[in-house]
């Protein structure tokens, strides 16, 4: 038995068009924000070297971070992929918030929120992850 991921379009879901609204406005915030964050950090922003240097495991850690967050973005934008962008998303937004909480000492609310919104997309969009 194969346990593999797939994408597929279901015909048994069905959202209402302000679902389908209410979906679309989340992930392109999402993209956005990711887009913006992830971009400062694969451009060399003085904030995110800062903060790279504080957490202490280097900078080749922010270019994977910016790497995963503007791929996820892109990914969030494309409706057959979305849910695995904001699936790759959602680890990497828990570490955020630990990071923030327990070494850089400063809000998690931000990133807090980052990831409630990926978990919703995750959530709507569970249909589109399916075991062989």
Not at 38 to 61: D, Y
Not at 65 to 79: D, N, Y
């Amino acid at each position: 038995m194969s346990h593999a991921l797939s994408f597929t379009q279901p015909t048994s879901v069905r959202r209402g068009r302000s679902g389908v609204i209410a979906l679309w406005v989340v992930q392109i915030a999402l993209a956005g924000m990711f887009l913006l964050a992830g971009g400062s950090k694969l451009m060399g922003a003085p904030a995110m070297v800062t903060l790279f240097n504080t957490i202490g495991v280097g900078q080749w850690f922010r270019y994977v971070t910016g790497l995963i967050e503007v791929g996820s973005a892109i990914a969030l934008l494309v409706p057959s992929i979305a849910v695995f962008g904001a699936l790759v998303l959602v680890p990497t937004m828990i570490g955020a918030v630990a990071t923030e909480l327990f070494i850089v000492g400063d809000s998690a609310i931000p990133p807090a929120v980052l990831l409630l919104g990926a978990v919703a997309v995750v959530w709507v969009g569970r249909h589109q992850i399916v075991r062989h």
